[in-house]
């Protein structure tokens, strides 16, 4: 690997130092959005080799339908890009963790330790798991450090899913605690490769380390100045030329919106939160919020060796959020041999059942006001006391909330009506629901998912059945700063 590094590197400090540490009057001037919120500007790094897809974590069951996975939480040392080293929270040392590989209907154990300096769980986003096994504090009391607990639980559905703690989430993920869990089944179509990427951003000091945490980054969430995709920052996903390539994309930023696209490319969308669609969809770019997933096939045209840049495009969710130019995400390169014969894109996947008309409907009105003292309490202590922005479901401030009541079964309609001049992405532990309309226009994409941006000022509505799981069960803004200062709440569904 031989490039200028230390220019370039040298280059993107200074940056980073005019954009977030220098005096005063510079990071007003460079780092404020519009109406004085703090977006930072996003380093460029040449792009480099990484581990792009590190090996999946190892299943240390010899039962054909187990997989037991070992995670230990640990503070590491990781290399983000050339010789550039952070101290991160880690599962096993590796940024993401582990990847979990599962066949629909296998038992999945987890042996999990936890060797951080502080208590912590895991939440299996979007894994349709029994509510004791979700991972959130209402079900389970958090590990504490030395401590040990098993997860165990059958995977019922094929897709792209995720794991990350559901304990002080704003820092904890944001410190490098996520990895992917993937789930094949039935019907997956052919293709060339088939990776994950996990996408992050890390809000970086001068000296290359975790800039602090601070009350100023809640309002529109810790937005960061350099981009990671599997952990490293511009890495290269080197791909056969001609051949049909799936990349199971992962939000697991904190609060950046991903609008991806590949200049001079079509994505073919093929997946979302919860598994395949009906029928693949070409899209020119693709918006992910933060919590949500997508799997894409693209294929890889262009000419030999030719190296073209995944990016992120410019999007406005808010607060100034609009202001920062396109940035690069990782590179895909071709190889220098000949095309190769490409798999067939298939019409059509199994169909999506519609969910008929609900019984019950709900309607949660997402707000932000601010405050000169905590909202919440106890989950951070004295460090977002004082003033700070505070957020809210139905005037109801997590964890000073009452819990909703639904039967088991039900067919529910939830309108989520977002009062606030920003986007949030709400999340639902425990099920999967389709969305029926955004903004009063109905939807004709009938898609499994448990994230969906709710774009600021207006209405999404979706259909939930709340089968199998009867239990307490999460449900937030996953842009993680606003979830921890109380735009969160909880679902009780009784048991028959
Ligand atoms: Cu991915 Cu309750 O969160
Ligand atoms: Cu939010």
Same mark, same amino acid.
């Given at each position: ?28 001037? @460079?780092?404020?959005?519009? @109406? ?22 190892? %299943?240390?069951?010899?039962? #054909? ?239 030999? %060796? ?11 969710? =808010?607060?100034?959020?609009? %202001? ?10 071709? =190889?220098?041999?000949? #095309? ?59 964890? @000073? ?7 088991? %079964? ?39 998912? @448990?994230?969906?941006?709710? #774009? ?14 009867? =239990? ?13 200062? =109380? ?10």
């Amino acid at each position: 690997m031989i490039r200028p590094l230390h220019f370039v590197l040298a280059t993107a400090v200074a940056a980073l130092t005019s954009a977030c540490h220098g005096d005063d009057m510079d990071m007003d001037m @460079d780092g404020m959005g519009h @109406d004085g919120m703090m977006i930072p500007e996003v380093l460029t790094i040449p792009a480099s080799e990484g581990p792009f897809e590190p090996a999946a974590a190892p %299943d240390l069951d010899s039962m #054909p339908n187990v997989v037991e996975v070992d995670l230990e939480a640990k503070v590491s040392e990781i290399e983000i890009a050339p010789e550039r080293w952070v101290s991160m929270w880690t599962y096993n040392g590796q940024l993401p963790g582990p990847r979990i590989e599962a066949s629909v209907g296998d038992t999945v154990r987890v042996r999990f330790k936890n060797s951080l300096p502080e208590a912590t769980t895991i939440h299996w986003h979007g894994v349709r798991v029994p509510a004791a096994m979700d991972g959130a504090t209402v079900v389970q009391s958090p590990i504490e450090p030395g401590a040990e607990f098993s997860y165990e639980f059958v995977v019922p559905d094929a897709g792209t899913f995720w794991y990350h703690p559901h304990v002080r989430s704003d820092e904890q993920v944001e410190r490098g605690l996520y990895g992917a869990f993937v789930v094949r089944g039935e019907g997956e179509p052919a293709t060339t490769t088939d990776r994950t990427v996990v996408l992050d951003d890390l809000l970086l000091d001068s000296t290359w380390q975790l800039s602090e945490f601070d009350t100023m980054q809640a309002m529109v969430g810790r937005q960061g100045n350099l981009i990671l995709a599997n952990g490293w920052a511009h890495p290269i996903a080197h791909v056969a030329r001609g051949g049909l390539h799936r990349f199971r994309f992962i939000n697991a930023a904190n609060a950046r919106y991903f609008r991806l696209a590949l200049p001079g490319h079509r994505l073919i969308q093929i997946g979302t939160d919860g598994g395949l669609l009906p029928a693949p969809r070409e899209v020119d770019d693709l918006l992910l919020v933060p919590g949500e997933r997508a799997d894409v096939l693209v294929i890889a045209a262009g000419t030999a %060796d030719e190296a073209m840049d995944w990016k992120s495009l410019r999007y406005d969710r =808010g607060h100034g959020t609009g %202001d920062r130019p396109d940035a690069v995400v990782f590179q895909m390169t071709n =190889g220098s041999d000949e #095309p190769i014969a490409m798999p067939t894109i298939p019409d059509a996947f199994a169909p999506i059942a519609e969910l008929p008309v609900a019984v019950a409907g709900r309607e949660l009105k997402l707000e932000e006001s601010m405050s000169m003292s905590s909202g919440g309490h106890g989950a951070h202590g004295s460090s977002t006391s004082d003033m700070g922005p505070v957020f809210s479901i139905n005037g109801q401030v997590y964890p @000073d909330a009452t819990p909703l009541e639904a039967e088991l %079964d039900a067919i529910e309609e939830w309108s989520i009506v977002n009062t606030t001049e920003m986007d949030h992405p709400f999340h639902l532990h425990g099920f999967r629901f389709q969305v029926v309309s955004i903004d009063g226009a109905a939807t004709s994409l009938v898609a499994w998912r @448990d994230t969906i941006n709710i #774009p600021a000022e207006k209405t999404v509505r979706f259909r939930v059945h709340l089968e199998d799981h009867p =239990g307490t069960w999460m449900f937030h803004c996953h842009i993680l700063e606003h979830a921890e200062r =109380g735009m969160m709440g909880e679902l009780e569904v009784a048991g028959p």
